[in-house]
């Protein structure tokens, strides 16, 4: 275990290391939540049958969701980035734990992530967003979406190993911008159709933003009528999905690494 944890802590180090000399990517994904919540906020609030207020209490829990749900896209990349390039093969000559290379990488994702979740949350609080339940609820809530990004980004990094390349991992990425959208993290799923609704109340995203809407005592935190078990329970169901998330994906992940691109 101690082994695992001082190779793990050289690798989160690079990682960051890393990150910092890529100032770009650090600025973008902190800023493309702001905008989206901007956007979201006071274009398609005003749309809505929900009071402009009333909507940024349910979007920005949607929108941290959303964040944590991005393990997925930047998992995938940095683990495609690194095998495509043969760091990864030159992490597999060296006598350290084969487990602590993933368990780097996904830590540095999950601190940096806790960076870029403050600038949304002080937007959110200048747009009227407020936790209703105090503190011991908003701590509650970042429990959550801390360990629902770490689990999504060991999917992403299994996902970024089994990849044929760095643009396709790039394009898988992209595409999982879509899975917020099939949610409840921008609007509630009564209205959906049937079969949209189920997928969407399915959707672990939806779990986790009813979860944090609930901890945070905020706009759609209280399921509507018939909703899908996860949805009607979130904080079990976004604990659920996550552990069950990492229980499929961290030895998946380490396998694949250790098996190289072969």
């Not at 830590?107 to 967003?129: E, R």
């Not at 969407?200 to 009528?225: D, F, H, K, Y």
Request: aromatic share 8%; with cysteine; glycine share 12%.
């Amino acid at each position: 275990m101690s082994t695992l944890l001082s190779d793990g802590g050289a690798v989160l180090t690079r990682q960051l290391q890393k990150a910092r000399h890529a100032p770009g990517l650090l600025i973008l994904t902190q800023t493309m939540p702001v905008t989206m919540l901007l956007f979201f906020g006071y274009v398609f609030g005003s749309a809505l049958a929900m009071p402009g207020s009333e909507y940024r209490q349910f979007l920005v829990p949607g929108l941290l969701a959303a964040t944590a749900a991005n393990g997925l896209m930047t998992g995938m990349f940095t683990a495609a980035q690194d095998a495509h390039r043969g760091v990864m093969d030159r992490f597999r000559t060296l006598p350290m734990s084969r487990s602590a290379v993933p368990l780097g990488q996904t830590a540095a994702d999950l601190l940096t992530t806790g960076l870029s979740m403050v600038p949304l949350v002080l937007v959110g609080l200048a747009m009227g967003w407020r936790a209703e339940n105090g503190l011991p609820g908003a701590l509650g809530a970042f429990g959550v979406l801390l360990l629902f990004r770490f689990a999504t980004a060991w999917v992403g990094t299994y996902l970024g190993l089994l990849s044929k390349s760095e643009e396709a991992a790039g394009q898988l990425g992209s595409a999982t911008f879509v899975l917020p959208l099939l949610s409840s993290a921008y609007l509630p799923t009564a209205g959906l159709p049937g079969w949209l609704r189920t997928a969407a109340e399915w959707n672990p995203i939806s779990a986790v933003a009813t979860a944090v809407r609930r901890l945070c005592g905020n706009a759609g935190g209280e399921a509507a009528a018939g909703a899908a078990w996860p949805v009607a329970h979130p904080v079990a169901g976004a604990l659920l999905w996550s552990l069950v998330l990492l229980a499929l994906f961290v030895p998946a992940a380490t396998r694949r690494f250790a098996r190289g691109l072969d």
